[in-house]
């Protein structure tokens, strides 16, 4: 990317929009009956996926494309409070393929759609945070 810091900042706050919206639907669908938990957990690592993604398109680095969220964090500062969150990046990572694609695996769970909620939840509080403090208008 060639931005200035205000579009990257800008831009940040779109992938940042974007998440909160993801972790939104998922809280939403969690209490309809008729919803396979499955898609739950999908939109809850959609969510952290793309807050931990805003910080990368802030620091002027091109996400890449992976689902791995703790790829996605080790690419960030050492200083950043997301390294210190106690979400289980690796099973929400996980979670996009298990509840996604058929497989070999076991069948999500109300429980796993949870687990997954309160992960993502907390990546993106703590990503509301670090981007906050480096300008990046927030929301809720």
């Known amino acids: 990317m060639s931005a200035t810091p205000d579009e ?32 739950v957990a999908t939109l809850a690592q959609q969510s952290a996926e793309k807050a931990v993604k805003a910080g990368l398109v802030l620091l002027d680095v091109d996400p890449p494309r ?8 080790d690419l960030l500062p ?14 929400l990572s996980l979670r996009l393929v298990e509840s996604r694609y058929p497989g ?25 945070s670090d981007l906050s403090a480096r300008g990046v208008a927030c929301v809720s």
Do not use: C, I, Y
Request: charge should be negative; aromatic fraction near 6%.
């Open 8 to 39: 990257l900042r800008v831009e940040a706050g779109r992938w940042l929009r974007f998440a909160a919206e993801d972790l939104h639907a998922a809280e939403a669908l969690q209490s309809a009956p008729s919803v396979a938990a499955r898609h």
């Open 66 to 73: 992976t689902h791995n969220l703790e790829l996605l964090v």
């Open 78 to 91: 050492d200083d950043w409070t997301v390294h210190e969150s106690s979400a289980d990046l690796a099973r």
């Open 104 to 128: 070999e695996w076991p069948k999500t769970t109300a429980s796993d759609a949870t687990d997954a909620l309160v992960d993502a939840r907390d990546v993106l509080a703590r990503m509301v």
